[in-house]
């Protein structure tokens, strides 16, 4: 006879939580976050003209577009309290409550009542849901970028970090479809009265998807079998200082771009005379770009050198911006507007393929999130927020209409500084 075994049973073990559901859950807001932040910029034109009424049409124009920089400057408090709650908390509960905050400001602004009907309180409205928005953004970037990596595997990390800079990508293209296939089917006066509005309620059915997502699935094992920091705000401003500067310098070339690529629509419309439609055609071709090229060059990080692939792309973006303005200002088409665009994003997307893996890298778990965000949101404020009101203000202050490109080579020049202070300080690769 055999004898029972006195050996206690084995639990079972855990069942690991398949890789797509915490990337799904952090791309799905990450993409909603650029989808919103994409028609806005692409809208300005017609949000402008019916939240910012004036007798001259460049003044409601940048009006519209201080909105949205001035939003931006709400983004550090949210990557601050968002970020520090997420080293503190759980990824999980900060990625929900953002989602959640950048809803409620999207419903704002797609119900919100034109100038016309409301008088002022149409655009301070506008602005409380776009600072509504910033605050929810803040927290964004650092915790679903950590989220996503601190899930995956070592080897696959920098191909999953990519994902989050191609959901971007994702959100730009969506915005740009809209854009595209509502400036090219309806008149101005639709346009005025509803048109706008059609995105941001497509936002409105997108987000509830995302934020269930994100409720349901598991914490980062990483922050699981961490110690959390109880202070991790104040450890990244006293003792973490130059990993601050160091993650905000890589990211400005890509923030300015970024933005500078939303100006566009705006840019070929105002300054080229070129059809608003076909601005929104080079930024949906610049979003597939991105989406696209973006993984593949991530991919090819876990190979290669993150900084010398970023290096590379910084010193092509120098050489190579002036001479394309030059050339679409002295040709302006829809087809030199369409290849300079595409020029942008190819080069963006192989400077910001390794950037999120490198960003994380610089600061330790404790502080991840809390660092993450604020270099990043202080960096977009900063350099990304403001990129279309500096290139308006550009133009106007030197009479130049090349004067966008002077900025992007000024802040390629900064991201570059920042790589060689990671690769030699940090001994980043």
Not at 167 to 193: K, R
Not at 220 to 232: I, L, V
Not at 267 to 296: E, H, K, M, R, W
């Amino acid at each position: 006879m055999t004898a029972l075994s006195s050996t206690p049973a084995t639990p079972a073990i855990e069942q690991a939580q398949p890789l797509w559901k915490p990337v799904g859950a952090a791309l799905i807001g990450n993409t909603l976050e650029w989808f919103d932040l994409s028609v806005y910029a692409y809208f300005a034109l017609t949000i402008s003209k019916v939240f910012f009424p004036a007798t001259d049409p460049a003044v409601s124009l940048f009006l519209a577009f201080a909105t949205f920089g001035i939003s931006f400057l709400i983004r550090p408090l949210g990557a601050a309290v968002l970020g520090s709650y997420a080293d503190r908390q759980g990824r999980k509960k900060a990625l929900s409550l953002s989602i959640l905050l950048m809803l409620i400001g999207t419903a704002m602004i797609a119900v919100m009542p034109s100038y016309a009907a409301i008088g002022v309180i149409a655009p301070l409205g506008i602005l409380f849901a776009r600072l509504l928005q910033g605050f929810s953004a803040g927290g964004e970037f650092g915790s679903s970028t950590a989220f996503m990596m601190e899930h995956a595997p070592q080897k696959t990390r920098n191909f999953v970090a990519s994902l989050q800079f191609a959901s971007q990508g994702f959100g730009v293209v969506i915005a740009s479809l809209f854009g595209y296939f509502l400036t090219t089917n309806l008149d101005d006066h639709q346009m005025l009265e509803w048109g706008w509005r059609v995105p941001f309620f497509f936002g409105l059915i997108l987000g509830p998807v995302g934020l269930y997502i994100r409720r349901t699935v598991d914490e980062s094992p990483d922050f699981k079998e961490s110690e959390p920091g109880s202070q991790p705000l104040r450890e990244v401003f006293v003792s973490q200082k130059t990993l601050l500067l160091v993650a905000m310098g890589v990211l400005i070339v890509s923030t300015a771009s970024n933005f500078m690529m939303k100006y566009m629509p705006s840019y070929a419309s105002t300054t080229l005379n070129i059809p608003q439609s076909s601005g929104f055609l080079a930024t949906l071709t610049g979003g597939l770009i991105l989406t696209l090229v973006t993984p593949v060059v991530g991919f090819i990080a876990g190979f290669v050198s993150r900084i010398k692939i970023m290096l590379w792309a910084s010193i092509i973006y120098i050489l190579s911006i002036f001479p394309a303005f030059v050339w679409l200002n002295k040709v302006p088409s829809a087809t030199s507007l369409l290849l300079v665009v595409s020029m942008m994003a190819l080069i963006k997307a192989v400077y910001f393929a390794p950037l999120a893996s490198l960003m994380a890298d610089v600061f330790p778990i404790r502080t991840r999130v809390t660092g993450m965000s604020l270099s990043y949101n202080l960096s977009v404020t900063i350099f990304g927020g403001f990129a279309p009101v500096i290139a308006t203000g550009l133009i106007a202050l030197t009479g130049s209409q090349l004067a966008p490109s002077f900025y992007l080579i000024l802040a390629a020049a900064l991201s570059i500084s920042a790589l060689l202070v990671a690769k030699r300080k940090l001994k980043l690769s």
